[in-house]
């Protein structure tokens, strides 16, 4: 590791590290820097008592709070202005000498709030930026905004590559989510479960896997169960659906768990029906742990991992007749299951922590 002179102070600007794939992401590296003996800062709306991810105690922190709805465009504008002159102070306070943003609109406060202060800005975008949607100014202004940050990061090539309009190509980097590879693995060919991680909310899709699942039932496959790990505003209508396809005892919603190894390692497929995406953590942490997968065609940055009838299959997004089938296709075959699960971890091998932070540190180490 780098000595304790080259050592940038690294200050972290984050919503918070409440649930969420970024959140994971940011945690990882921060709990890594510090390991390491980098000084680090998080600068967040949200404070520690809403910390879904554990990080250490002593870290220095700077609690922005300012969140909430606006009453109207006029209100939020003032809002927005207090948020981006107390994220200025509180970047000026903590003494950095890179600061790492995560997502959109963050990306765009600290933008904002860093013009002047001579401090190396790294961005990091975590989704589709050709399809994830933000009401007007955002897209606006991460279009006229992006191209002042030292360095923009994504983890997926179509985001990498919906910037490259408006972003100069030797600021564009692809930087992979980094994994934590576990001691023991997934047995996809003993399990009889179905697994799908995420929020509930509409751009995961989560509804069509319920809808499938109930077709597959109707095959006779009844020792079979549906886990859907994770929390969020779905989660009354996804029970609303299990009990109208008669399938409730069958489905778990088990909320949010902060390690999902035990349920990864338990599961027979990874399903992923979201939408659009980034490069989903999720689908990564499944493949790290064995799991064959499926996954919507309409995800560019999930299918740059899953080849199809390589390690898992590719489904037609938003159709349930063909997710029905690719999936009782892999329940059929137990062997199958197992064979594409080695094919996944052999295919994330390189992102192990250790290989992505290497990526981090060429960015970090240009800050002068």
């Given amino acids: 590791m780098h000595s304790e002179v080259n050592k940038k102070k690294i200050t972290f600007v984050l919503g918070g590290l409440n649930y969420g794939g970024a959140e994971r992401v940011a945690s990882l590296m921060i709990r890594y820097w510090y390991e390491n003996q980098y000084p680090i800062a998080i600068v967040s709306r949200r404070g520690p008592e809403n910390d879904f991810f554990e990080i250490p105690e002593d870290i220095e922190r700077y609690n922005l709070g300012g969140e909430g709805t606006s009453a109207n465009k006029i209100m939020a504008l003032f809002k927005n202005t207090l948020h981006i002159i107390k994220l200025r102070k509180a970047i000026k306070q903590s003494k950095a000498d890179v600061v790492i943003s995560f997502l959109t609109k963050t990306n765009i406060h600290t933008i904002l709030a860093s013009f002047g202060l001579g401090v190396r800005i790294v961005i990091s975008e975590r989704n589709d930026t050709t399809r994830q949607h933000y009401p007007w100014p955002w897209p606006y202004l991460r279009k006229k905004l992006y191209k002042f940050a030292a360095e923009v990061t994504a983890n997926s090539q179509v985001a990498i590559d919906g910037m490259k309009p408006y972003v100069s190509k030797k600021k564009l980097h692809l930087v992979r989510n980094p994994l934590q590879f ?187």
């Fill in 182 to 368: 576990p001691d023991t693995f997934a047995q996809p060919d003993r399990s009889t479960i179905l697994l799908n991680v995420g929020r509930l909310v509409p751009q995961k899709a989560q509804y069509l896997l319920l809808e499938s699942f109930s077709k597959i039932e109707k095959n006779n496959k009844k020792d079979w169960k549906c886990v859907i790990l994770g929390d969020g505003e779905e989660r009354e209508n996804l029970c609303k659906q299990a009990n109208m396809f008669n399938i409730n005892e069958k489905v778990e919603l088990p909320g949010l768990v902060e390690n999902p190894s035990h349920y990864y390692k338990s599961a027979a497929v990874f399903v992923l029906t979201s939408e659009y995406e980034g490069t989903p953590n999720a689908l990564l942490e499944a493949m790290a742990h064995g799991l064959p997968v499926v996954a919507s065609d309409s995800l560019p940055g999930a299918l740059e991992y899953v080849k199809d009838g390589k390690n898992g299959f590719i489904f037609e997004a938003l159709n349930s007749e063909d997710l029905s089938e690719k999936i009782l296709y892999l329940i059929n075959r137990p062997k199958l299951r197992k064979k594409m699960g080695d094919k996944s971890i052999d295919l994330v091998k390189d992102l192990s922590i250790e290989i992505v932070m290497q990526n981090w540190h060429q960015l970090i180490d240009k800050a002068k």
